[in-house]
């Protein structure tokens, strides 16, 4: 490295009191300084309050209200290129280091691999040695080659994958002005699917260092999937689908596809199924401005949302 980056790392906190000393203290410990952002949902000001004492470091965007994961990423985001960030590093709340020069190697994989818009880190389990989420995707391109490099003992620095959760995404700046942030049309949950849609829709590649690592304490909520979760979850993952910008004209295909299952349905007698079709495709019908509008906006060289 030439010079030394300006890297701001954004977390998105909502009730992670359990996570924060783990987080923010690992933070200290990096080789390369860094400027942490911290975008607080949690109602109240306990948690940004606690932030604030303990880590007077850490700059505290306190919203009016829950923006949601991918809205919070972006107001952190914003303010990092306003300051001239070269990097961001988004950061979930149950995640940590347990390398102090994760940084310091993960823009050296990224400077000497420019064509790279996200690099991540291997993810572990709080064990810090068993691999976590990151691989459990069967369609997941980098799984065989990592596998095949890591059974041979010759691994590469940096492995090109089409997926890896936003729990530790390294964008540099060129990312952020080439695809933007999160879309808002997602509230919460699918919005990093949609942004590495994104990625690759604009020439970049997404990578996995697995040299590198950081524990993600990943935890699914302690609520049963209610039909009402399963529901959103469900419509989550068909805006994914709609929003791709590496399909053409997939709503008038999705809507006929519906209203021809709706019909065989209400045919055959099925009235479960018919009112299941019917569901997704008013949902499909109500949701094609934003998704026409999102369409338009990420196909565009720009920092769009933010």
């Not at 304490?217 to 689908?241: A, C, G, M, N, T």
Request: contains cysteine; proline residues 4%; glycine residues 6%.
């Amino acid at each position: 490295m030439d010079k030394q980056p300006k890297i701001y790392v954004i977390v998105v906190t909502y009730k992670g009191m359990r996570w924060y000393d783990k987080c923010f203290s690992s933070l200290r410990e990096s080789i390369l300084p860094v400027q942490t952002i911290v975008v607080d949902n949690t109602p109240g000001e306990d948690d940004a309050n606690y932030i604030r004492e303990r880590y007077p470091e850490i700059v505290v965007i306190k919203p009016e209200k829950n923006l949601g994961f991918g809205k919070g990423n972006n107001l952190g985001m914003k303010y990092a290129r306003e300051h001239d960030a070269d990097y961001v590093f988004l950061l979930n709340q149950d995640t940590w280091m347990i390398d102090d020069g994760l940084f310091e190697r993960l823009v050296g994989i990224s400077e000497s691999h420019p064509e790279y818009g996200i690099v991540s880190p291997m993810h572990v389990q709080a064990d810090g040695k068993t691999i976590g989420m990151l691989l459990e995707d069967g369609n997941n391109r980098c799984s065989l080659a990592l596998l095949s490099d890591l059974y041979k003992g010759e691994m590469r620095e940096v492995y090109e994958t089409n997926y890896v959760n936003a729990a530790g995404w390294l964008l540099p700046r060129k990312t952020l002005e080439t695809v933007g942030g999160f879309d808002p049309i997602y509230q919460h949950y699918e919005e990093d699917d949609d942004y590495l849609n994104r990625v690759f829709f604009h020439g970049l590649k997404v990578g996995i260092c697995p040299e590198v690592r950081m524990v993600h304490d990943h935890h699914e909520s302690d609520l049963p999937f209610s039909d009402k979760r399963w529901l959103y979850h469900h419509q989550q993952q068909i805006l994914v689908k709609l929003t791709n910008l590496n399909t053409k004209n997939p709503i008038r295909k999705e809507l006929r596809y519906y209203l021809r299952k709706a019909i065989k349905s209400i045919c055959v007698g099925n009235f479960k199924e018919f009112r299941s079709w019917h569901r997704d495709w008013c949902f499909v019908r109500k949701m094609r401005p934003l998704i026409l509008n999102s369409r338009i906006q990420n196909r565009q060289v720009k920092s769009s949302w933010l």
